[in-house]
């Protein structure tokens, strides 16, 4: 947390003369102060505040960032309480100086508890609006004290009423935050670092560039000689601008990639600080805060705030969102007052402490050892800005939690600030680990948001004007908006922009599939074809190359599912290796004298739409683990090999005459996760299915009670038994087979010979809900819908991909009606199954149903409630039966059991009825008895409220 400031600290750090800070240590140092003790000293402290704010280059002056950040902040402390003093001198007191120079014996002290110092300054966590509620709070209690301590003495009890009105009211507060506003505004100005804090600051365009950063932050302090070796570092760190954008040698002959300088697109951003136990890995929790545009004066506000120098900043974002890039084009922009050091973590002994970590990284880009104390001390007062790219490929690569890793990071800057050596430390990360992190007191958490149209438009205005000529001369357009609009999925991320680009580069690929209206499976087949194919052909002959495709894909989805059947977006590639091995598709490959690549390696390396993520263990061992950028690419891979393996399966069965077919593979990758979990996997299917799958899908279903175990037994991507391995198996069966035709699909043709539907649905139903976990279990039954079918025993499935629960009125034509103890039967299955969901529904009825049983007349009126609640009388006449027969028993029964709740059901219920019906209905209930009447009568009020 920001350090505050007490008055006289303040003064004197801003080098306020002698005999002020006397006088205000006089004063504000006394053990008793009164209100005229304040009122009295108000002017000099008006007068010392003043002065000291203008003479602001002064102050301001100075290379070492410590001790300019802590004259601002000080300087922000007296404009504070400058602003409050000048509103209290504006108020005329009705009270004369003699009046109020009371005897010792009314000497009390004022403002106990009340702090004489500031809060925090506006910052990149407080913003300036926020800061003034602080601050109006402050102000506030200011008052209130003054108040209380004029309350106290014998001169109030003379005043009329209207002068003890105003005697300090809310109005005090009120001028002091307009002159508080208008003081920063006037010195946001002069001093850059106010203008940073609060966002008062000018720039040139609506969506600024991190160029923008170099000039905001250039100049702060004086001029100063680099070291050379720092000198030397900051040319490595600005020598990444001019190299290509990304590092891909699938690039046709003539075509140019941008420059990193040229090509950076600086995205907009959201900005929040965690508390305790919220989790920065949620969409939810992002939602509430807003998209923000101007990063570089964002960035500003942070490395010139003295937060920067007490905790790390974390930046957070999808893969491919250009978390490492915004890194190098930070290490690069950052003027002299500024050291970067980047330290790429994969690179970096994982287990080493953030010290060897840093200096490990300037090894490796400079070539030279430089100590770390050496570092900072050569900085000059320059603030050195530490930036650990990668924290995710820590927690992938290793499989270690490290989740004390931040707050081992601002252990760090504290022992650095308490040696005089300030450093801010920035962290890059996915998203999706940001619940494994310990975040210290007052974090700064930052997440690059996704390219919108105009950051879009403008990348590609620097890739077509980098290729007019490679375009010129290969008679080609250049990648408009309109195509790049219709992958905006995609596009969104600046690495999978890149990717289309590249795919239209040849012969405008993804402009005559947006001609052709092929859907997105097909796009996604073509694309990855498409890659495979160029990096292929470097190697193998042209008529090997369709083979050596589907080989490829065939192991890209046989990673996809690594990922799935562990529920996670990642694999690491020991995992990938042991999965090729079980399922018998690995194969080492010698690569020259080198150690031969796995199967693992092949599969990833080949591919522009992968991230590798690494890390490096103090023996120097890699350990690397695998996404794709976009998960959609993982969830069409699964979707594919599903589709082929199902492909083959035909072909089998149309060659075999009494062997049945096997369904090995397709067994073992379906049977340890399910597909509804990931509905793009369902699209996909549904988009790309042949209606032969559906009949293939109902056969194999028949046919998993038989399964004994898996094909490939080795394959395991966690431990479960065969009970649950067939729930999931044929879980992802019947959604297969819905999802291969739209028609729906009745329950009896895949349980054909079997019992009533009913049974046998319910039968595997609970089967599914006692193996699959809570979170598989609500998303089969948000994606799989049941219904009766009407005058039949049987059912009819159909494939719901809406996110929405199914809020459609219960059909219980099929119910039995219920006997004496149906509710005790079902209430004790509930309770014996410890089931969330029913014990939820009876929760809400027990206080009803429980009173009701404990009269020995219970059992019927159960009955009749039930048929109120549950079954609802067919018609008005039936209705007014059970509402009767319910009416009858209020006269046995104690008052609570007919509650509230039971009255607000009926009148729901009547709520259903035409006008004349619901007429009809009470008339009938209330001829019946006087219990009836005053049954209908509770109804009629509820309703007149």
Request: proline residues 5%; charged residues 25%; hydrophobic residues 45%.
């Amino acid at each position: 947390m920001a350090r505050e400031y007490r008055y006289a600290d303040a003064v004197r750090l801003l080098g306020g003369d002698d005999p002020a800070v006397r006088a205000l240590d006089t004063v504000l140092g006394a053990a008793t102060l009164g209100l005229w003790d304040l009122i009295d000293a108000k002017g000099e402290l008006i007068r010392v505040g003043n002065d000291l704010l203008g003479r602001w280059r002064d102050w301001r002056a100075g290379k070492e960032w410590r001790g300019r950040t802590d004259r601002i902040e000080a300087a922000h402390t007296i404009l504070v309480l400058t602003a409050f003093f000048e509103a209290l001198d504006g108020i005329a007191l009705p009270f004369s100086a003699g009046e109020l120079r009371m005897s010792k014996s009314e000497q009390v002290t004022l403002l106990r508890g009340v702090d004489l110092g500031s809060p925090v300054c506006p910052s990149p966590q407080l913003p300036f609006e926020e800061a003034k509620s602080v601050i109006l709070v402050r102000y506030e209690r200011l008052r209130g004290a003054l108040r209380s301590f004029a309350e106290g003495l014998s001169l109030w009890e003379r005043l009329q009423e209207h002068q003890r009105e105003w005697v300090f009211d809310s109005s005090l507060a009120t001028a002091a935050i307009r002159r508080y506003e208008d003081g920063y505004r006037r010195l946001a100005m002069d001093v850059p670092e106010f203008g940073f804090w609060s966002a008062m600051v000018e720039h040139q365009a609506t969506r600024a560039r991190l160029t923008d950063l170099e000039r905001l932050l250039d100049g702060l302090a004086p001029a100063r000689a680099q070291d050379a070796k720092l000198a030397a570092l900051s040319k490595l760190h600005q020598a990444a601008l001019r190299r290509p954008v990304a590092e891909t040698g699938d690039v046709p002959a003539g075509l140019a990639l941008p420059s990193l300088g040229d090509a950076y697109v600086t995205p907009r951003f959201r900005s929040g600080r965690p508390e305790r136990a919220e989790d920065p890995s949620q969409e939810a929790w992002w939602s509430e805060r807003e998209v923000r545009d101007g990063l570089p004066r964002f960035l500003a506000g942070y490395l010139t705030s003295p937060e920067a120098g007490r905790t790390p900043l974390m930046v957070l974002g999808q893969p491919g969102a250009g978390k490492s890039v915004l890194t190098k084009v930070l290490a690069a922009r950052l003027p002299a007052d500024f050291v970067p050091v980047r330290v790429p973590l994969r690179d970096v002994a994982a287990g080493a402490d953030v010290q060897e970590q840093i200096e490990q990284a300037v090894y490796q880009l400079s070539g030279e050892r430089l100590q770390w104390p050496d570092l900072a001390r050569a900085a000059d007062g320059a603030l050195p800005v530490v930036i650990l790219d990668g924290f995710d490929e820590l927690l992938q690569a290793t499989g270690v939690r490290q989740s004390d890793y931040l707050v081992r990071v601002a252990r760090f800057q504290q022992r650095e600030l308490d040696a005089g050596r300030a450093v801010a430390v920035i962290v890059t990360s996915r998203t999706a680990v940001a619940d494994r992190v310990d975040y210290p007191e007052g974090s700064l958490v930052t997440r690059l948001e996704p390219f919108d149209l105009e950051e879009i438009e403008q990348w590609l205005e620097v890739w077509n004007h980098a290729n007019a000529a490679y375009f010129d001369e290969a008679g080609l357009r250049p990648l408009s908006m309109e195509v790049a609009r219709a992958q905006r999925n995609l596009a969104e991320q600046p690495l999978l922009l890149l990717m289309l680009a590249l795919y239209d580069a040849y012969g405008n690929a993804l402009r005559r599939n947006l001609a052709d209206r092929i859907g997105e499976a097909e796009l996604y087949e073509r694309l990855m074809r498409a890659f495979a194919e160029r990096e292929l052909e470097k190697s193998h002959p042209r008529e090997r190359i369709p083979a050596l495709v589907e080989k490829e894909l065939l192991l890209l989805g046989i990673v996809a599912f690594a990922m799935f059947n562990r529920g996670r977006q990642w694999a690491t590639a020991a995992e990938v290796d042991a999965d090729l091995e079980a399922l018998r598709l690995s194969a080492r490959r010698p690569t020259s004298l080198a150690t031969p690549l796995t199967s693992g390696e092949q599969a990833f390396g080949r591919f522009f739409f992968v991230h590798q993520a690494q890390a490096t263990r103090d023996g120097g061992e890699i350990l690397q683990t695998y996404e794709f950028l976009h998960a959609t690419f993982g969830e069409f891979l699964i979707a594919r090999l599903i589709g082929r393996l199902l492909d083959d399966m035909l072909v089998q069965e149309s060659r075999l005459v009494v062997e049945e077919v096997s369904d090995g593979l397709l067994g073992t990758l379906l049977s340890w996760s399910t597909l509804s979990t990931r509905p793009p996997v369902i699209t996909f299917l549904r988009e790309s299915a042949d209606p032969a799958w559906r009949g293939l899908a109902t056969r194999l279903f028949a046919l998993a009670d038989l399964r004994d175990q898996l094909a490939h037994p080795a394959y395991r991507p966690w431990t479960a038994g065969p009970a649950r391995r067939n729930a999931y198996y044929s879980a992802n069966l019947l959604k297969v087979a819905l999802a291969c035709d739209p028609a729906r699909l009745l329950w009896s043709r895949v349980r054909p010979g079997h019992e009533d539907a009913f049974t046998e649905w319910r039968r595997f139903a609970l089967l599914w809900r006692s193996q699959l976990a809570n979170e598989e279990w609500d998303s089969l039954t948000r994606v799989v819908r049941v219904m009766s079918v009407a005058g039949s025993a049987d059912l009819e499935l159909a494939l719901d991909t809406g996110s929405t629960w199914d809020v459609t009125p219960m059909d219980t034509s099929w119910i039995p009606p219920p006997d004496a103890g149906a509710y005790l039967r079902a209430r004790q299955g509930v309770l014996f199954s410890f089931l969330p969901h029913e014990t939820l529904f009876l929760h809400a009825l027990e206080p009803v149903l429980g009173a009701a049983l404990s009269w020995n007349g219970g059992r019927s009126l159960l009955r009749e409630i039930l048929e109120i609640l549950v079954l609802r009388g067919p018609n008005a006449d039936g209705r007014a039966r059970s509402y009767l027969a319910l009416a009858e028993y209020v006269h046995y029964l104690s008052d609570h059991v007919i509650t509230d709740a039971v009255i607000r059901a009926i009148a729901g219920d009547m709520a259903t009825l035409r006008e004349n019906e619901a007429a009809e209905v009470v008339d009938e209930v209330s001829r019946g008895s006087i219990a009836g009447q005053r049954l209908m009568s509770r109804i009629l009020r509820l309703n007149s409220r």
